[in-house]
């Protein structure tokens, strides 16, 4: 028997007219946690779609237990005890929790009836094992982001798979779910499973991989054991460059008032709201996923309606109807949900660019302008696409992003709102979005930026107001910035 | 031989219109002459004209199941407006109205059912489905109360000219007015703000309003265009046939929605091209045409039509599920 589990050897993966898997290779061993890193776009995704017959590969060879295998379905691949944690969950809203995790497996009472009562006990044999506290009879559309990853990771647990990957699994949960989850896989990892782990956060690798592999465009850089590498080799190995500095973060004046939010109200999660941003400040949100900085930003966006409470910019009170009401007053906003509220995924990288700022070109419109407009934006912030004509969703999450941002600065907006700029994109992109954001400072913008990564916001915030469960619990000034600090805001403590 | 693949391939409807063409020349000697080839242009010109509104319902990811009753609607409305005077059984026995005037209030009734309808569906959140097949019984029993499901005949010639006029002796006026709508439609979906918004909600109505597109108006823009087509076919259908009839255009919103759907408009929203919708009008009328000229029985055909408008979504879906 050989030491690996997972053997995947020389594997190519061409999609039309892209070659997004170069011949990489990825040996994983049993019992042992393998990150699997790499920039947007590295092919980390497309890999293991391959080995769970999502994709197909144009070449390679993959030794999984000591027997090639090429499965044709996910659904092979989950019973031959491969399962995956998808980025993006597909939940069925409508139906309860315990549907969810034994759906098309239902445990039956005879050849035609599903054994509810049974199915119901296994479920909560499961969340047991796992200390897992939700009511398998709840809905699925009645959990939290949170809860329904907690209810994905238990289904792929239940597999008794001997190889559980996951993507970017931490992306909503909170820090304490977190914690929660590294102890479900440090269990699953003692038992012998081997866990293919995908995550651009740090910290996290260094805490819970034992291995590490490194893709870059689509090609192998290199296989570390954790232990014995450092976090700048690491990110070295993915850029390919040295980064000396990850949030270029420019000292720039703070000017007057430019935008005053007073004692808004807007649902459970914005009670009450003050506060004021200045032009060339960099304001951050800080809190918990949930803590309702979104549904603030939302509701000053004109997304969502107002209940009570005031909105002036430079003096004048504002009435935010709609977004439309926001982009003509000056407001930019750059949504955290780039898939469903940011990008028309079957148009064009120019259509995307030009979709907020239509007006300005008019009617019949003046397509050479568009064009001009869309390659002077997204070249000035890098989007990489052979054309601009490339449907956006062919692009990478990175440059998905990158491409919204150039929607957002087309419309030349005095006060930009970005909602999780990087979530999901990788390093080179997010420094650039980062040295952007200081860009727009310095030119007198005011920026008001919501980030869950406390690296992230420490670096670039020029004042932080820290919000809890819809309150605003705390402010800091820059100098003030201090990781316990805000976490004790950020939980109401 | 690539390059032929290729264009075969980006151009599969043309290719296939091509070949049903070729295919009706050859099995039937009649097909090729004048006489029928403007005969099948002046009937599909009415159902195309339909097409090309409903094409921005179903772009919108909604549709219009209204239309056909609203042609019936509007073929009333217009020839209780334009009956010669000289007719003893009158709608109205003192109204003398210029046909202009008739032809814009006829569309304005249009008008108000597609705001009604987009009503429904943009702010009330109805299904497009429900709520247009509601106002689909809503119009024809509106005609037939209208009308007391009689016909209403004797028009006026300047009328019926829209509906059997020729444009220097050889084109006709209805083919003529369909071209123009086409034109319309193309500009609007391919130079304006509207339809690169209509584009947009389709394919994401979310982004779309985060984007800071309005819309809920642009969808009832949408349903609004749709409708004034469909009475704007009930006018030409009213005039080229030279009555009224509550029973007229029974389940055209049905070919209407094959049309487009054959001409690759996407039932999932977001994609639509012009060209298309002229290509599938063109395709379902030549099928339709040359299975009457070869004397197959009138079942038969519907048999055929339903073939090809599942076959051309399947040929779509496989499309969809090549590019993910």
Redesign the interface.
Known sequence: MSEYILQMKEIVKEFPGVKALKGVKLDVRPGRVHALMGENGAGKSTLMKCLIGIYHKTSGTIIYDDREIDFETTQEALNNGISMIHQELSPVLERSVSENVWLGRQPMLNFLMVDHKKMRQMTLDLFSQLDVDIDPDELMKNLTVSQMQMVEIAKAVSYNSKIVIMDEPTSSLTEREVGHLFRIIRELRDKGVAIIYISHKMDEIFEICDDVTVFRDGAWVGQEEVKNITMDKLITMMVGRELDEMFPKTECEIGDVILKVEDLCAGKLVKHVSFELHRGEILGFAGLVGAGRSETMEAIFGLRTVTNGKIYKNGKELNIKSPVDAISNGIGFLTEDRRAKGIVPIRSICDNTILSSLKTYGTPLNHRKIRQDTQEYCGKINVKTPSIDELIQNLSGGNQQKVLVARALLNDPEILIVDEPTRGIDVGAKAEIHSLLSELAGQGKAVIMISSEMPEIMGMADRMIVMHEGDVTGELKREEFDQELIMKYATGV | MDKFKKFCKNNTIWVVLIGFFILAAILSPNFLTWTNIKSVLMTESIIGILATGIMWCILSKGTDLSAGSMVALSSCIIASLTQLESYSMRMYPNLNMPIILAVLITLLVGAVVGAFNGCCVAYLKVPAFIATLGTQLICRAAAQIYTNAYPVPELKPGLKFLGQGMVFGVIPVLVLIFAIMLCISG?MLN???FG??V??IG??D?????????VEFNQMCVFIFSSVCAALGGVLLAARSGVGNSAFGQSYELDAIAAATVGGTSQTG??AKITGVIAGVLILGIVKNIMLLIGINAYWQNIVKGAIIIFAVVIDMRKNARKN
């Open positions: 500009f130079f304006t703000r690169k918004n584009f947009a394919g994401n979310q982004a779309a309003r985060v984007a800071g597109i309005n977001g994609v």
